[in-house]
């Protein structure tokens, strides 16, 4: 009873402190896994020490929070172990005395001595291992949230295969973990095969709206709808084939370049090809050592940004699929891969698909059919390629006009000045 309730205080007094250590500990391999992602950066811009003065930071933290438990923990183990052996000091005190005025048998008495050491035991090292006990368990239940996520999915009924219409109605959007949305009152309807720009200043809202319409960042308010069915409502197994979506910061996984244009789905070589010459890169790979079964990642080929991004597009494009979003496609693209995704979107433009572009750079607006215009987390002005830019032109011309006019009237007035002061 007594060993029971220490076992208890011990866990009282050290779960906490156990918890955010390991939560610590987490989030420093997570600075250290993007430490090492981003290794050519952080050496060049001279911003090792910094970081790791903060990853120190963080592992000096886990390490105190670690140490109060173990101290705290080990107060606890010596009161425990002490009591045992009290325990069973007494026991064989009063045995001993029992034996000498013969009311017990000595064999008794050694057999009570086995027994009160074997129920005692295991209570001993309970409190001994409770550090291991509960890492165990806040890792269990991290693992089982994640499991019950997954399982409180409802399952979905098979809806037919989409053919690329999108509306967007009073879409507001947060970033994870947020509660200011970034994105208000989004509304919009894009046709079935459009190809549609979305354009605006920095911070204006555009990855945001790239993210919400592949249902990536969860919304506040609002439904993003294809062919008229909420796109949360599809089970992203059975949307993965007919959606594909290439963001600003491109990863490619471990393994050859086939997979990764795949999807790591069992390749087909013609599709994973044909994939490659709509995105331009059919020849680039053939050049590399072993074609499409070139190994990337960290035991293989280094690629650069634009490879990469190359890559990427012809992984978003793989299947031929009915819905694409492109978060900058262009950025890394030198004139060839410019070229490229040029054809790429007249191709996809002809197969029927439905392509958002994120982009800041002109030379895209020729391929594009519709444009958005973000101002602010909204949609400041949307609709055909040729109506928003003759708009946006005239209300450039007006900017002009009122920027010129404060200036004409200071030279009207100059020579009144000059005058009066003369």
């Known amino acids: 009873m007594v060993l029971s309730i220490l076992a208890y205080l011990n866990h009282r007094h050290t779960s906490n402190h156990l918890a955010e250590a390991n939560k610590e500990n987490v989030t420093s391999n997570l600075a250290t896994v993007k430490v090492l992602r981003n290794a050519e950066v952080i050496e060049s811009m001279g911003m090792l020490e910094t970081l790791m003065s903060r990853w120190l930071k963080s592992k000096r933290k886990m390490l105190a929070l670690q140490s109060k438990a173990s101290d705290k923990g080990g107060v606890v183990s010596t009161i425990a172990k002490t009591y045992r052996i009290w325990s069973q000091s007494i026991m064989l005190a009063m045995g001993a005395y029992l034996v000498i005025t013969q009311q017990l048998d000595a064999s008794y008495l050694m057999a009570g001595s086995l027994l009160l050491g074997k129920a005692l035991s295991p209570i001993d090292q309970i409190i001994n291992n409770w550090k291991t006990i509960v890492v165990a368990k806040v890792q269990y239940d991290r693992l089982n949230k994640a499991l019950e996520e997954l399982s409180a999915e409802p399952e979905r009924m098979m809806l037919p295969p989409p053919k690329g219409q999108i509306q967007v109605e009073n879409l507001m959007v947060a970033p994870p973990g947020a509660k200011a949305p970034v994105l208000r ?227 009207s007035i100059a020579p009144d000045t000059a005058s009066a002061s003369g």
């Open 185 to 411: 009152n989004i509304n919009f309807t894009v046709p079935a095969g459009s190809i549609v720009g979305i354009v605006g200043p920095s911070a204006a809202g555009k990855s945001t709206l790239a993210r919400a319409l592949m249902g990536i960042w969860p919304r506040q308010h609002g439904v993003v709808r294809l062919d008229g069915a909420d796109i949360s409502t599809w089970d992203k197994q059975e949307l993965g084939p007919y959606v594909g979506y290439l963001p600003q910061d491109i990863e490619l996984f471990e393994g050859s370049i086939s997979d990764n244009i795949a999807r790591f789905e069992v390749a087909d070589p013609e599709k994973v090809m044909q994939a490659a010459q709509l995105a331009g890169v059919h020849e680039m790979i053939l050049m590399l050592p072993d074609g499409y079964d070139t190994v990337i990642g960290s035991d293989g080929v280094n690629l650069s940004g634009g490879q990469r991004q190359r890559i990427g597009l012809a992984r978003a494009v793989h299947g031929a699929p009915r819905l694409i979003v492109l978060d900058e496609p262009n950025s890394n693209l030198d004139e060839v891969g410019e070229r490229a995704l040029g054809v790429a979107l007249q191709k996809l433009k002809e197969s029927g698909s439905t392509v958002f572009i994120v982009s800041h750079r002109p030379n895209i607006l020729s391929h594009l059919d519709r444009i958005i215009v973000m101002s602010g987390g909204t949609v400041s002005l949307y609709g055909e390629r040729d109506k928003v830019l003759a708009h946006l032109a005239q209300q450039q011309a007006a900017a002009q006009k009122r920027a010129a006019q404060p200036s004409a009237t200071v030279v």
